[in-house]
């Protein structure tokens, strides 16, 4: 699906008026974008509508004369006025102090946390019939109107970020996702703000600022950037045992995510789900990438960061300008309110997940994003979220760290945007009509007609009327609430190993000993011995016993004798929080590179060209330079990539073609030899057809068998290759499937010095 799939016709724009009022079609007060402001919306909202509105806003100068800002044409704009050619600059100069003034002040605070973020557009729409298990209809769970109907489309952007470091930070860091959606519904907006992890660090946002006062760079010499490796970070952690599950999961190829196409995304909270009855369930949000979810390596991480440390946000718009259209389904996890007690955690703990061994996740519908930003500041860095943005049909719990966002995100958009008025930024600004009595502020760009802001009143007929439920009105469940004033923590939040314990033994053998060796990095960085055996005896010593001596014997801490006090003894596992378990059979939008020179052999290039981008793989062709290459029967193909831009690491797989002037040409090319060897080392798929098979020799990747004279497809630990041009069809499926396994684990890679 792509944005073309839009109404070829548009409805006259309604007026204003309260006589142009249509009303709902459920009969409940009148249809959003009926009447309004500037926020008509033809009726209905489709996956067009937010496009449509910015349109409105959007600038073009092509073939138009420059100007001030106020729309005065402009003769000069390097020159500054001044008295004489060589006097000072005179005052009168208006348009040197605009331009100067709109330079001074064009960029506004970063974000504390989630700074480095990149965005898109898309839309959402419900599944036809979505399996919801027990429950028949989706409006047995929500009245939420944009999950009921298959065939609206409701508008979508969605801001991926990272969460520690500045702005001007790499891509690639070991750090937590943020993955925050902001959906346009016809009710108004829903801002799903969560992370690519489901638990949290801490319970209760009273330690919010302590956690990221401790993690950001330390404040007395602002080193390091980006990063969690470092003594404040590790010494508040270690102090806090209801860390633990989530440092797991930081410590995990979860925080090296190979594309935001390629993670997941979660609520983290436990929230509410309530229907036209009035009926409550908690639920948590569930968002699955269609490409599986993979990982990034961490010495691949670091190279990254050097060659491009915008990896993750140009992939994102590559994908889209090559037309692919980047796909998550949403699901939820529904409990009954009366059996939230049947769990040995608290639904209620932010640092807790709800298992899906115990608890299936229920796919209700899909988002596609497929339009990038026409402006990164107006729409990325403005677009501003808050959880407290909710539509009829969904509600908070009384998760503790949930209620304190509620505060924090409102106020901290207040200090990023100067005004009360972000939310009418176009980005930010619903669809749905908007009517209240605010009139003035910072910036305000609404112009609000009438005498009357407040209620009740007279003069305005008493409008804008507050609307009932039926009629539209959100209502909060109405839940009873007793209780004495207390700073304090319930007993039920005080566990904090088993689900820690739970992701570790999830996890394959490669992804504990990933776990073991970021461990082992992190604590590496830290200075002061106690925090690394605190770390190490009173966290992971709770978490397993064989995990924590693994960590110990790299970090120069005495390895426990003895498992901690409080470490679980079950032996529960959850396949879904493997993400070896996560891996697709598909190699859509894997980027493969061609390694090639002149005198290539022909038909290998163009029939697994051609089979690779069949299966909708992004293959580019790499070469010394940039230009046309000649193959030994005249063919030409264009290099896409040269070597000295195009490393190993930017790539999923690399393929070598046959032909003996082209692999003659590439042996002597020492960037190429690299090429080999770094993917090896990274696991990466690898294959070589006919003549290339002997650059592969040469580059003496260790315990690899490669096809002799004559031989078919022979594949050793994701490498294939095949000398045979006869065996073509049968070298291509088996490089497809090792592309498919994104990499290859059981490789020994330790001997290889790129």
């Given at each position: 699906?792509?944005a073309d799939d839009s109404p070829d016709e548009r409805e006259p724009k309604a007026t204003d008026s309260d006589a142009d009022r249509a009303p709902r079609t459920d009969g409940s007060g009148t249809d959003p974008g009926s009447a309004g402001t500037s926020d008509d919306a033809d009726g209905e909202i489709d996956s067009d509508s937010k496009h449509e509105q910015l349109e409105e806003v959007r600038e073009n100068a092509e073939g138009e004369y420059l100007t001030t800002d106020h729309g005065v044409r402009v003769t000069d704009t390097d020159n500054s006025l001044k008295a004489g050619e060589r006097g000072p600059t005179i005052?009168?100069?208006?348009?040197?102090?605009?331009?100067?003034?709109?330079?001074?002040?064009?960029?506004?605070?970063?974000?504390?946390?989630?700074?480095?973020?990149?965005?898109?557009?898309?839309?959402?729409?419900?599944?036809?019939?979505?399996?919801?298990?027990?429950?028949?209809?989706?409006?047995?769970?929500?009245?939420?109107?944009?999950?009921?109907?298959?065939?609206?489309?409701?508008?979508?952007?969605?801001?991926?970020?990272?969460?520690?470091?500045?702005?001007?930070?790499?891509?690639?860091?070991?750090?937590?996702?943020?993955?925050?959606?902001?959906?346009?519904?016809?009710?108004?907006?829903?801002?799903?703000?969560?992370?690519?992890?489901?638990?949290?660090?801490?319970?209760?946002?009273?330690?919010?600022?302590?956690?990221?006062?401790?993690?950001?760079?330390?404040?007395?010499?602002?080193?390091?950037?980006?990063?969690?490796?470092?003594?404040?970070?590790?010494?508040?952690?270690?102090?806090?045992?209801?860390?633990?599950?989530?440092?797991?999961?930081?410590?995990?190829?979860?925080?090296?995510?190979?594309?935001?196409?390629?993670?997941?995304?979660?609520?983290?909270?436990?929230?509410?789900?309530?229907?036209?009855?009035?009926?409550?369930?908690?639920?948590?949000?569930?968002?699955?990438?269609?490409?599986?979810?993979?990982?990034?390596?961490?010495?691949?991480?670091?190279?990254?960061?050097?060659?491009?440390?915008?990896?993750?946000?140009?992939?994102?718009?590559?994908?889209?300008?090559?037309?692919?259209?980047?796909?998550?389904?949403?699901?939820?996890?529904?409990?009954?309110?009366?059996?939230?007690?049947?769990?040995?955690?608290?639904?209620?703990?932010?640092?807790?997940?709800?298992?899906?061994?115990?608890?299936?996740?229920?796919?209700?519908?899909?988002?596609?994003?497929?339009?990038?930003?026409?402006?990164?500041?107006?729409?990325?860095?403005?677009?501003?979220?808050h959880p407290g943005n909710v539509v009829p049909g969904i509600d908070f719990s009384n998760d503790p760290l949930l209620q304190g966002r509620l505060f924090s995100y409102q106020d901290t958009q207040l200090n990023r945007f100067g005004s009360a008025n972000w939310d009418e930024i176009p980005i930010n600004r619903p669809i749905a009509e908007?009517?209240?009595?605010?009139?003035?502020?910072?910036?305000?760009?609404?112009?609000?007609?009438?005498?009357?802001?407040?209620?009740?009143?007279?003069?305005?007929?008493?409008?804008?009327?507050?609307?009932?439920?039926?009629?539209?009105?959100?209502?909060?469940?109405?839940?009873?609430?007793?209780?004495?004033?207390?700073?304090?923590?319930?007993?039920?939040?005080?566990?904090?190993?088993?689900?820690?314990?739970?992701?570790?033994?999830?996890?394959?053998?490669?992804?504990?000993?990933?776990?073991?060796?970021?461990?082992?990095?992190?604590?590496?960085?830290?200075?002061?011995?106690?925090?690394?055996?605190?770390?190490?005896?009173?966290?992971?010593?709770?978490?397993?016993?064989?995990?924590?001596?693994?960590?110990?014997?790299?970090?120069?801490?005495?390895?426990?004798?003895?498992?901690?006090?409080?470490?679980?003894?079950?032996?529960?596992?959850?396949?879904?929080?493997?993400?070896?378990?996560?891996?697709?059979?598909?190699?859509?939008?894997?980027?493969?590179?061609?390694?090639?020179?002149?005198?290539?052999?022909?038909?290998?290039?163009?029939?697994?060209?051609?089979?690779?981008?069949?299966?909708?793989?992004?293959?580019?062709?790499?070469?010394?330079?940039?230009?046309?290459?000649?193959?030994?029967?005249?063919?030409?193909?264009?290099?896409?990539?040269?070597?000295?831009?195009?490393?190993?690491?930017?790539?999923?797989?690399?393929?070598?073609?046959?032909?003996?002037?082209?692999?003659?040409?590439?042996?002597?090319?020492?960037?190429?030899?690299?090429?080999?060897?770094?993917?090896?080392?990274?696991?990466?798929?690898?294959?070589?057809?006919?003549?290339?098979?002997?650059?592969?020799?040469?580059?003496?990747?260790?315990?690899?068998?490669?096809?002799?004279?004559?031989?078919?497809?022979?594949?050793?630990?994701?490498?294939?290759?095949?000398?045979?041009?006869?065996?073509?069809?049968?070298?291509?499926?088996?490089?497809?499937?090792?592309?498919?396994?994104?990499?290859?684990?059981?490789?020994?890679?330790?001997?290889?010095?790129?």
């Open positions: 699906m792509t005052m009168e100069d208006f348009h040197f102090r605009e331009k100067m003034t709109q330079f001074d002040h064009e960029s506004i605070p970063e974000r504390v946390v989630h700074a480095r973020g990149t965005g898109a557009h898309g839309y959402f729409q419900p599944y036809e019939d979505p399996d919801l298990g027990e429950y028949d209809e989706v409006s047995e769970l929500t009245k939420a109107s944009f999950l009921q109907d298959p065939d609206q489309k409701t508008p979508v952007f969605t801001r991926f970020s990272t969460v520690v470091g500045s702005r001007g930070s790499a891509d690639t860091v070991r750090d937590v996702r943020g993955f925050a959606t902001k959906f346009y519904t016809e009710d108004g907006n829903w801002d799903l703000v969560g992370n690519n992890m489901p638990p949290f660090f801490i319970q209760d946002a009273m330690e919010f600022p302590d956690l990221v006062h401790a993690i950001k760079p330390e404040p007395d010499d602002a080193i390091p950037q980006a990063a969690s490796a470092h003594d404040t970070f590790w010494d508040f952690a270690s102090l806090k045992p209801e860390t633990t599950h989530m440092l797991m999961w930081l410590l995990s190829g979860r925080a090296l995510p190979r594309a935001f196409r390629m993670m997941q995304g979660f609520g983290v909270h436990t929230f509410r789900l309530v229907n036209e009855e009035g009926e409550s369930r908690f639920v948590k949000f569930h968002w699955t990438p269609k490409l599986g979810t993979n990982q990034l390596v961490w010495d691949e991480t670091q190279k990254i960061a050097g060659n491009n440390p915008d990896f993750n946000r140009e992939d994102l718009y590559d994908v889209i300008d090559e037309g692919y259209a980047p796909e998550w389904e949403l699901g939820v996890q529904i409990v009954e309110e009366d059996e939230a007690d049947r769990f040995d955690f608290d639904l209620l703990d932010p640092t807790k997940i709800i298992p899906e061994t115990k608890v299936p996740v229920r796919p209700i519908g899909k988002m596609v994003l497929n339009e990038r930003p026409d402006n990164f500041f107006t729409e990325v860095e403005q677009v501003a979220f908007r009517h209240n009595n605010q009139r003035a502020g910072f910036m305000r760009q609404e112009i609000n007609e009438g005498k009357a802001s407040y209620k009740p009143n007279s003069i305005g007929d008493d409008d804008p009327q507050e609307a009932t439920e039926a009629e539209g009105g959100y209502e909060h469940r109405a839940e009873r609430v007793d209780g004495r004033k207390i700073r304090n923590r319930s007993e039920s939040f005080q566990e904090h190993f088993s689900q820690a314990r739970l992701f570790w033994n999830s996890m394959t053998e490669p992804e504990k000993q990933h776990i073991v060796e970021a461990a082992r990095f992190e604590l590496g960085k830290v200075e002061r011995t106690e925090i690394r055996e605190r770390t190490v005896y009173d966290l992971f010593n709770n978490v397993d016993h064989e995990f924590a001596k693994r960590v110990a014997e790299g970090i120069g801490v005495e390895p426990p004798e003895e498992p901690g006090d409080e470490m679980p003894t079950h032996d529960r596992e959850d396949p879904s929080l493997s993400m070896e378990n996560r891996t697709p059979e598909t190699i859509e939008t894997r980027k493969i590179a061609v390694l090639l020179d002149d005198g290539f052999e022909d038909d290998h290039v163009s029939k697994t060209v051609s089979a690779l981008e069949e299966e909708n793989a992004r293959v580019k062709i790499v070469a010394q330079a940039f230009g046309e290459r000649e193959g030994a029967d005249g063919e030409t193909v264009e290099a896409d990539e040269s070597l000295s831009t195009a490393e190993s690491v930017l790539f999923d797989a690399v393929l070598v073609p046959g032909g003996g002037d082209s692999v003659d040409a590439l042996e002597k090319q020492g960037d190429v030899r690299h090429f080999l060897e770094e993917a090896f080392k990274h696991k990466k798929p690898i294959g070589a057809l006919g003549e290339g098979t002997e650059l592969l020799e040469s580059a003496d990747l260790p315990d690899v068998d490669v096809a002799g004279d004559g031989e078919g497809p022979t594949e050793s630990t994701g490498v294939v290759t095949c000398r045979d041009d006869g065996e073509l069809d049968g070298f291509l499926e088996e490089f497809v499937d090792a592309v498919a396994e994104h990499r290859h684990w059981e490789r020994d890679s330790t001997d290889v010095s790129a």
